[in-house]
């Protein structure tokens, strides 16, 4: 074997020659430093190999590369596989992270391409884009379903292109309605704004007529063992869409960290983790059907927000007080809650608003010992709405049920305005009328394709108090989407009667009426930081 130029041993240990320190610093950020990140120019596999090696090296991790993998590259895939298959490490799998782009998704598939909590996520907004334009081959962007018949397909393909053509033509009326109903700025930044903000304000509206087979573009950042995880769920799922796709994400996925993905295709790993899932699944499925299956859902008048149960019960100052203090001192907390407990109020009170202490942004949250209390929701909303909500990837038990027209739809306040509202009933009733068609020829896992994105579903989920900060402040801005807005005010409200003291903590929750153009004020910000970076680097 060749001698290494970059570390020799001595009787002390190992040290990094001069070349060595040369080496490093093209891959990494401080070759002497006790803080330090890998660079770009540092092979992927290579530095997750190295940092692998770290719970059984006592040395530098910097050294650990130049001794192991600088002059041997080629030992990185097989150091992997040795770890993850010999050793069992799969926390190693967390350390090469993988860019997956999902293109034509359908907005059945991201929901559950976006289902994994350690990811992070990009989509193509309903918000901010027209779904009306065609590809290639002058059809709109919508999927379709490959096991229909050509008679189905028929069906299916007319009635989706009604139900666009509707969309396209309401979606243009109520940007040129909206722009009707407000002043043009005179200033170029001012008009780049309005254009952008009448823009969205007409995409809300209408973006309920969506069906949900709309195809969209989705990102995916995550670690070796997130993609492996997904894969498992996708391929587990009865939706055909759905395991074709995990087949895709696993082919392109080996391409950039194969030797993190080995095991699965090993049927006692990957192969029985999908059995697993399937069989508990269908097991599910079928006790559900043999005891609810006559039940048929209808249009109620049900709450749209719905505080299930909350937990531990009991005053908010004597739960939360305890687990503030419990980090500043020696007690345990049994002890610690008793002796608070006989507290006066204005004492309680005292720790509590040290705690959450002066806000100044949304941003600017409360410690994790508000992480003590829970609330459990069940939401009865339309499922564009749902899929701005389910993102917020920290809430517990994220469950959503099967897609249908039951449960009917909101007709929008501008679509009223604007004299549109014919039209836009004609879609709700065309997506019924295929739904029942595809569902009475038998295509059942087909079905939710054909509903809209205004169609409303039940969707339940715990959070805890520390994240309802984030969750409720945040889907609360001017510049949101009415409908979330609406819900999580509502949410607020029901939360602030029960524990009143953490819903009057929550000072960023935004209760004004929707305010015209709400996109507004963020479209003028973005143009006048567009403004800037041009005056900052002009193009010669």
């Given at each position: ?41 540092a092979p992927r596999l290579l530095a997750a190999a190295s940092m692998a090696r770290l719970s059984r090296s006592a040395q530098d991790l910097r050294k650990t590369y130049l001794l192991e993998f600088a002059i041997a590259e080629a030992a990185a895939p097989e150091f992997i596989e040795k770890i993850v298959a010999g050793f069992g490490d799969d926390s190693v799998k967390q350390l090469i992270y993988v860019l997956l782009v999902v293109e034509r998704a359908s907005n059945l598939l991201t929901k559950k391409l976006e289902w994994g909590r350690f990811a992070g996520y990009l989509e ?417």
């Amino acid at each position: 074997m060749a001698k290494n130029p970059y570390i020799v041993k001595r009787d002390d240990g190992l040290a990094i020659t001069k070349r060595g320190y040369k080496f490093l610093q093209n891959i990494v950020t401080d070759p002497y430093g006790d803080v330090y990140a890998f660079t770009d120019e540092a092979p992927r596999l290579l530095a997750a190999a190295s940092m692998a090696r770290l719970s059984r090296s006592a040395q530098d991790l910097r050294k650990t590369y130049l001794l192991e993998f600088a002059i041997a590259e080629a030992a990185a895939p097989e150091f992997i596989e040795k770890i993850v298959a010999g050793f069992g490490d799969d926390s190693v799998k967390q350390l090469i992270y993988v860019l997956l782009v999902v293109e034509r998704a359908s907005n059945l598939l991201t929901k559950k391409l976006e289902w994994g909590r350690f990811a992070g996520y990009l989509e193509q907004s309903t918000r901010y884009i027209y779904f009306d334009q065609k590809d290639e081959s002058g059809r709109y962007k919508y999927y379709i379903p490959p096991n229909l018949s050509p008679e189905v397909k028929l069906t299916y393909i007319e009635r989706m292109n009604a139900i666009f053509n509707n969309y396209s033509y309401i979606v243009r009326e109520l940007t040129a309605f909206v722009r009707l109903q407000t002043k043009e700025p005179e200033d170029k930044i001012g008009r780049a704004a309005w254009l952008g903000a009448t823009r969205a304000q007409a995409c809300d509206a209408a973006r309920a007529l969506l069906p949900v087979a709309t195809q969209s573009t989705v990102g995916i950042v995550a670690p070796a063992q997130s993609v492996e995880n997904l894969i498992y769920f996708l391929a587990s799922q009865t939706l055909e869409e759905a395991q074709e796709t995990a087949k895709s994400i696993l082919r392109e996925s080996k391409k950039v960290a194969g030797p993190f993905l080995k095991q699965v295709e090993r049927p006692e790993r990957g192969g029985a983790a999908i059995v697993y899932r399937q069989d508990t699944a269908s097991a599910i499925a079928n006790l559900a059907k043999s005891y609810f299956g006559l039940f048929q859902p209808q249009v109620s008048n049900e709450n749209e927000v719905t505080l299930v149960d909350w937990w531990p019960k009991g005053d908010e100052l004597d739960i939360l007080a305890p687990e503030i203090l419990f980090s500043e001192t020696k007690m345990p907390i049994k002890m610690l809650q008793n002796r608070v407990k006989i507290w006066p109020r204005k004492q309680k009170l005292e720790v509590f608003n040290a705690y959450v202490g002066n806000r100044l942004d949304y941003r600017h949250k409360p410690g994790r010992a508000l992480e003590k209390i829970h609330y459990e929701w069940e939401l009865l909303i339309g499922y564009g709405i749902f899929r701005d909500l389910q993102r917020h990837r920290v809430l517990d038990m994220p469950e959503w049920q099967r897609l249908s027209p039951a449960y009917g739809y909101d007709v929008p306040k501008l679509v009223k305005e604007s004299g549109m509202e014919d039209m836009f009933k004609n879609c709700f009733e065309l997506s019924a009328d295929l739904y029942d068609y595809m569902k009475g020829v038998g295509l059942k896992e087909e079905t939710p394709y054909a509903t809209l994105l205004g169609h409303k579903m039940r969707f339940r989920f715990v959070m805890n108090a520390r994240e309802a900060f984030h969750f409720l402040e945040l889907r609360t801005q001017p510049q949101g989407h009415p409908g979330y807005r609406r819900v999580c005010i509502e949410m607020h409200r029901l939360l602030s009667e029960i524990h009143p003291l953490l819903g009057a903590a929550m000072k960023f929750v935004n209760k004004a009426e929707d305010p015209e153009l709400t996109r507004m004020a963020a479209e003028l910000a973005t143009q006048r930081k567009l403004a800037l970076l041009k005056q900052e680097n002009p193009v010669e």
